[in-house]
């Protein structure tokens, strides 16, 4: 099994920054895409920032500018920097990565959340 630990989430007033981390552990012999979600109360979860196998980088329409994604491959470690944080950006932030275990089996994994509140 492949674990998800997050850490960084809490109450920050607008126009203010948190970092969110993630690290992966487990069987993992290779992450293929590994990111950042977020679900609002009452809406669906949806893609903030992700990175796949090719090295591309997607990130919301909406948080372009202010969220930076980076990652730490030895640490098998991704980040989230977000700056001038609105109170629309207000949700539970997941981290997700799929990938091969050592025995050649397909992972898809998802973090606990972490819990942002941004406000006015």
């Known amino acids: 099994q492949v674990q998800l630990e997050e850490s960084g989430g809490g109450l920050v007033q607008a126009g203010g920054s948190l970092r969110l981390s993630c690290t992966a552990s487990?069987?993992?012999?290779?992450?293929?895409?590994m990111g950042w979600y977020r679900q609002a109360p009452g809406k669906q979860r949806e893609l903030v920032s992700v990175?796949?196998?090719?090295?591309?980088?997607n990130y919301l329409d909406s948080v372009k500018g202010r969220f930076t994604f980076s990652r730490d491959d030895a640490k098998n470690t991704v980040y989230l920097q977000r700056n001038s944080l609105q109170p629309k950006d207000t949700a539970d932030y997941y981290c997700?990565?799929?990938?091969?275990?050592?025995?050649?089996?397909?992972?898809?994994?998802w973090g606990q959340g972490t819990q942002v509140a941004v406000s006015s």
């Open positions: 990175i796949n196998s090719d090295g591309t980088l």
């Open positions: 997700g990565a799929w990938g091969l275990e050592y025995d050649g089996i397909d992972f898809g994994s």
């Open positions: 487990g069987r993992i012999f290779s992450i293929n895409t």
